[in-house]
């Protein structure tokens, strides 16, 4: 009785085993297409299908946690370039990879080792999916000491306030003779100096326009004096001396959005008029920069803070039609008191 119950079974696991086969056979003839039936049955019979399977599922790093997961609580998941070394997964912010390449060269962040060509080509593809910085190196970063032309102790004064009011937020820098020469030898247009601290943990960025002339002395160990706004941008204090600096050819831009330090309705009769006026004067716009507009009303200085830039986040805006868009402004009523408290927040 056992032995028949068991060949029962037996004979009833073989239907199973069948009927699942050519199941399996029906779907494998729709995917892998131009196969024969022999090939189909060799891939069934190796389970090669099953083995890219679990090759795929341990490699794969989407579902992966991060070993440093602490570091990235701030930052957008989408934003988290993943890598594995040493049986680890570390992740980091695409720009912290981009930043660590141009620094440190193709290695991986955790370790420093090199990386392989293929992990190379796949972070490089992810950054320039992610990026919203778009734009053409023109050189490489070289190393500056730079100072901030004022008086700055333990946080930013009401005098510093004034200064950015009175440039109107344009952020200029006198560079050597030699950054400036390599500067003319390239097409005519419009170029920027990109500007990062010296570590690959601050993932902010400033840019500057070219003074219209150099330091008058060419020695490359020149202390560089850095507008008030670059530190606004990188989001540092002026006893960071430390940086690195390169050439970059912006995009032409399309639009940008503005948020208005003042909240009121009743400074400009024509917001769009003066701002083109102002921006006339500006060959680049980019993200977090402050520009400060005079007002058509009372003449008096108002700052703007520019919150997007399209369609990257720095823009050549020589002559072209820019769009501007307005978010809410920030809930202040003086320009200067506005601002300072935004630079010590």
């Known amino acids: 009785m056992n032995n028949q119950l068991a ?42 299908i099953e083995k890219i399977q679990r090759f795929i599922r341990k490699y794969r790093l989407s579902d992966k946690e991060c070993s440093n997961i602490e570091y990235l ?9 993943k890598n594995r070394s040493n049986g680890q997964v570390h992740g980091y912010h695409y720009l ?38 778009k734009y053409q190196k023109m050189n490489n970063f070289k190393d500056y000491n730079c100072i901030y032309n004022g008086n700055y102790s333990k ?39 990109e500007i990062v601290t010296n570590d690959s943990v601050n993932i902010n ?40 600096m390169r050439v970059i050819k912006p995009v032409i831009g399309q639009r940008i959005k503005l948020k208005c330090f003042i909240n009121s309705d009743e400074i400009f009769e024509d917001i769009k008029n003066q701002l083109t006026i102002e921006l006339t004067k500006h060959k680049i716009i980019s993200l977090n920069q402050i520009i400060a507009v005079e007002s058509d009303v009372n003449h008096s200085i108002i700052p703007f803070l520019v919150t997007e830039c399209i369609p990257s986040n720095i823009i050549n805006i020589t002559n072209i039609d820019l769009e501007i868009d307005f978010d809410q402004c ?13 630079f010590n927040t």
């Open 73 to 81: 609580f701030d930052c957008n998941p989408c934003d988290i370039i």
């Open 96 to 133: 912290t990879w981009e930043k660590h390449f141009d620094i440190r060269g193709y290695s991986d962040i955790k370790t420093d080792d090199s990386l392989n060509l293929q992990n190379i080509q796949r972070i490089n593809k992810l950054i320039k999916q992610k990026t919203k910085f």
């Open 205 to 244: 960025k400033s840019y500057c326009m070219f003074n219209d002339f150099p330091l008058q002395d060419a020695d490359e160990e020149n202390i560089l004096t850095l507008p008030i706004g670059t530190y606004q941008q990188l989001k540092i204090s002026p006893n960071h001396n430390d940086f690195k």
């Open 155 to 193: 946080c930013w004064e009401f005098t510093d306030m004034f200064n950015i009011l009175e440039d109107r937020g344009m952020q200029k820098i006198s560079v050597p003779q030699s950054l400036f020469t390599e500067m003319l030898s390239y097409e005519p247009d419009v170029y920027a100096l």
């Open 7 to 48: 060949s029962l079974r037996e004979l009833q696991k073989k239907k199973y085993e069948a009927h699942k086969r050519k199941e399996k056979e029906k779907i494998y003839s729709e995917i892998l297409l131009g196969y024969s039936k022999d090939k189909i049955s060799n891939v069934i019979d190796n389970e090669y």
């Open 330 to 342: 920030f809930d202040f009523e003086n320009p200067v008191e506005s601002l300072f408290m935004y």
